[in-house]
């Protein structure tokens, strides 16, 4: 078990995968129907990458929505990256390929430049703090020049009541612990842009989505925070010791099942808040504008440049 296994507090099964496509599908209903940004223009794009792309649910359907538009003899590329092949689908169909590696190392030098979209999305339950930036290092070096990438993360820190109530507040209380425990940000989007400038990203765009934004999804975002809690709680509570043990973990957590059910019965309404960041990498003629513009840097505070 390696350190991301030892933080990371969600199963990789058949019973986790359902409920992470049936969150997919909320978030992109919440996000007003939008797979990729639509501030990323659509045209040109060739090749996808989608990093943490678990049951790869993302991707198959991007790949459906960018195709159906296309010429029959376009050729496409895309790929899934996670830690673990676990969650993969069985059946790959073609132009599709999935791969086990860890972001926070680098890629492969073949993947370097390679791909026109870069798609992340929830990956605050496995980056700890300080590991953004070499994520965000690595990521680029993938995405082609004049590329996009896309990042989408829960807003635990939303300023909406996002989970309304005694019941979901402490639970909410209790997973935020457990992130600050073992050192995982519970506002992602700051370190994230943080890295997206340091980088020199271009048009970086921030959009805020919230499911409250669409009341026909009150049922489903029901669903899929009682689904998510469960997921999460007992493991928070084991790790944090507030139990003593998994069984005790899950026993404590059916009461809160309890809670929760009934407090839906009174009419409360979580929301599913996400925020989605994108920015432009620099194209090949900025990239070496860029460069000269650094060597001349160097050269006027006297320094030297050797040229092999």
Same mark, same amino acid.
């Given at each position: 078990?390696?350190?991301?296994?030892?933080?990371?507090?969600?199963?990789?099964?058949?019973?986790?995968?359902?409920?992470?496509?049936?969150?997919?599908?909320?978030?992109?209903?919440?996000?007003?129907?939008?797979?990729?940004?639509?501030?990323? +223009?659509?045209?040109? $794009? !060739?090749?996808?990458?989608?990093?943490?792309?678990?049951?790869? =649910?993302?991707?198959? /359907? %991007?790949?459906?929505?960018?195709?159906?538009?296309?010429?029959?003899?376009?050729?496409?590329?895309?790929?899934?990256?996670?830690?673990?092949?676990?969650?993969?689908?069985?059946?790959?169909?073609?132009?599709?390929?999935?791969?086990?590696?860890?972001?926070?190392?680098?890629?492969?030098?073949?993947?370097?430049?390679?791909?026109?979209?870069?798609?992340?999305?929830?990956?605050?339950?496995?980056?700890?703090?300080?590991?953004?930036?070499?994520?965000?290092?690595?990521?680029?070096?993938?995405?082609?020049?004049?590329?996009?990438?896309?990042?989408?993360?829960?807003?635990?820190?939303?300023?909406?009541?996002?989970?309304?109530?005694?019941?979901?507040?402490?639970?909410?209380?209790?997973?935020?612990?457990?992130?600050?425990?073992?050192?995982?940000?519970?506002? +992602?989007?700051?370190? $994230? !842009?943080?890295?997206?400038?340091?980088?020199?990203?271009?048009? =970086?765009?921030?959009? /805020? %989505?919230?499911?409250?934004?669409?009341?026909?999804?009150?049922?489903?975002?029901?669903?899929?925070?009682?689904?998510?809690?469960?997921?999460?709680?007992?493991?928070?509570?084991?790790?944090?010791?507030?139990?003593?043990?998994?069984?005790?973990?899950?026993?404590?957590?059916?009461?809160?099942?309890?809670?929760?059910?009934?407090?839906?019965?009174?009419?409360?309404?979580?929301?599913?808040?996400?925020?989605?960041?994108?920015?432009?990498?620099?194209?090949?003629?900025?990239?070496?504008?860029?460069?000269?513009?650094?060597?001349?840097?160097?050269?006027?505070?006297?320094?030297?440049?050797?040229?092999?």
């Amino acid at each position: 078990m390696d350190e991301h296994d030892d933080i990371y507090p969600l199963a990789r099964d058949d019973r986790e995968s359902q409920r992470l496509n049936a969150q997919h599908q909320l978030i992109v209903k919440s996000c007003d129907n939008y797979l990729l940004d639509p501030s990323i +223009p659509r045209h040109g $794009i !060739r090749s996808v990458a989608d990093i943490a792309t678990g049951t790869g =649910i993302w991707l198959a /359907d %991007f790949a459906d929505e960018l195709t159906t538009s296309a010429l029959a003899d376009t050729q496409f590329e895309f790929i899934g990256f996670d830690i673990s092949a676990l969650q993969f689908p069985t059946e790959v169909k073609p132009g599709f390929n999935f791969v086990v590696h860890n972001m926070t190392t680098p890629f492969p030098t073949q993947y370097h430049n390679r791909y026109d979209v870069v798609n992340v999305r929830l990956v605050f339950g496995a980056i700890p703090k300080e590991q953004y930036a070499t994520v965000a290092k690595n990521l680029l070096a993938v995405l082609k020049p004049g590329g996009y990438i896309t990042w989408t993360e829960f807003q635990l820190d939303s300023p909406h009541d996002i989970w309304p109530g005694p019941i979901l507040s402490h639970l909410k209380s209790t997973l935020c612990d457990y992130l600050s425990s073992v050192n995982l940000s519970l506002a +992602p989007m700051v370190e $994230i !842009r943080a890295a997206f400038e340091a980088n020199k990203l271009q048009d =970086i765009v921030a959009r /805020d %989505f919230v499911s409250f934004r669409h009341p026909e999804l009150a049922t489903e975002a029901q669903v899929w925070l009682k689904a998510a809690l469960g997921a999460l709680n007992p493991t928070s509570l084991a790790r944090l010791g507030r139990v003593g043990s998994m069984e005790a973990a899950v026993g404590k957590w059916l009461g809160y099942e309890r809670e929760i059910e009934e407090a839906y019965e009174k009419g409360v309404v979580p929301a599913c808040p996400v925020v989605s960041l994108v920015g432009k990498k620099e194209d090949s003629r900025g990239l070496v504008k860029r460069g000269v513009e650094e060597i001349w840097k160097v050269l006027t505070d006297g320094g030297w440049c050797v040229v092999q």
